[in-house]
């Protein structure tokens, strides 16, 4: 299907415990972007990719890593899950042309530390 | 202070009547998204804008460059319209985008 997919929809984990939150996106984007979103923050971008390989931090990196082989696919990784991480990730991307600058958003990944 | 403020954080109309929300940045862009969201939905891209006055349907973007402020209207408004509604700005060529906290709407029929 065309768009971008985010998987899984809902997680339930347990501190301590590593967890991949997987993006996935059919246009062949350039730059692709991982915000979590929280009551009382709003959206907060975590890292966001230029193009394959290239990765740069964002506002709230610490304890994510990502990665990014494959143009369509952008995983998040909660090394070691902390309740802190507890939150709505929602993935996004982008085409290169500077006068393209909308967003695409995925559907959301709700994921919830005990 | 956060870059952008949005306002009214919550707002509650009737069927019908006409709606703004205000959003005010304190940087320099360039451009301003109107997103939408929906009670445990996902965002939807309303608006991009970097001057003027945009229309999509019954949802009305105007920017103001110069006062940095921007409004989103929406006429006729309709308890579908019920969603956050969320205020971002661009500053750099990439996309990144800085977000306003949302401005929460309801629609009463």
């Known amino acids: 299907d065309a768009g971008i997919t985010q998987s899984p929809r809902y997680k339930i984990t347990e501190t301590g415990r590593q967890v991949t939150l997987m993006c996935h996106q059919t246009?062949?984007?350039?730059?692709m972007f991982w915000y979590r979103q929280d009551l009382g923050h709003g959206l907060r971008l975590i890292y966001y990719?230029?193009?394959?390989?290239?990765?740069d931090k964002g506002e709230v990196p610490d304890g994510y890593v990502v990665s990014r082989s494959k143009t369509e696919n952008f995983p998040l990784t909660l090394e070691s899950a902390t309740r802190s991480q507890t939150s709505v990730y929602f993935c996004a991307s982008r085409t290169a042309y500077s006068g393209a600058n909308v967003l695409t958003f995925g559907a959301g990944s709700r994921l919830t530390v005990l | 202070k956060n870059e952008v403020e949005q306002s009214p954080q919550n707002l509650t109309a009737q069927e019908g009547e006409f709606i703004t929300i205000n959003c005010s940045y304190s940087?320099?862009?360039?451009?301003l998204h109107w997103l939408q969201q929906h009670p445990g939905g996902g965002i939807v891209s309303l608006f991009m804008l970097s001057s003027g006055k945009k229309k999509h349907g019954r949802l009305i973007a105007t920017i103001n460059i110069q006062e940095k402020h921007s409004s989103l209207h929406i006429t006729a408004s309709h308890p579908r319209d019920s969603a956050v509604y969320i205020c971002?700005?661009?500053?750099?060529?990439?996309?990144?985008?800085?977000f306003g906290q949302g401005t929460i709407l309801t629609v009463h029929p």
């Open positions: 246009w062949s984007h350039s730059y």
């Open positions: 971002a700005v661009s500053g750099t060529s990439y996309g990144k985008l800085t």
């Open positions: 990719s230029a193009a394959a390989d290239i990765t």
């Open positions: 940087v320099g862009i360039s451009a």
